[in-house]
């Protein structure tokens, strides 16, 4: 068994900053990739951003320049740093993980609001 906890959503000015964290634990041998996607709801998920293993990212072209992905693998820890917030960016922000054989992990959702 898998579990991811998620923190660091909240309320925002546009302009401002905010950083997400998601922790997993549990039976975790291995981590592959490690990312994070976010939804409106009655719409696809999608992806934001995503970190393999040996730190290779890949970004969504709308968070380009403004988000970072980052990860610590001593502590099973991925982050996304959130800098020039947009209104658009406002979401549910979910953390995924993948781990060899147990296949894909999802965490609960963490709300990301931008006022304008």
């Known amino acids: 068994q898998v579990q991811l906890r998620e923190s660091g959503g909240g309320l925002v000015q546009a302009g401002g900053s905010l950083r997400l964290s998601c922790a997993a634990s549990g039976s975790i041998f291995r981590i592959n990739a490690m990312g994070w996607y976010r939804q409106v709801p009655g719409k696809q998920r999608e992806l934001v951003a995503e970190i393999s293993s040996g730190g290779i990212t890949n970004y969504a072209d709308s968070v380009k320049g403004r988000f970072t992905i980052s990860r610590d693998n001593s502590e099973n820890t991925v982050y996304l740093q959130m800098n020039s917030l947009e209104p658009e960016d406002t979401r549910v922000y979910y953390c995924?993980?993948?781990?060899?054989?147990?296949?894909?992990?999802w965490g609960q959702g963490t709300q990301v609001t931008v006022s304008s």
């Open positions: 995924n993980v993948q781990l060899p054989v147990l296949g894909r992990y």
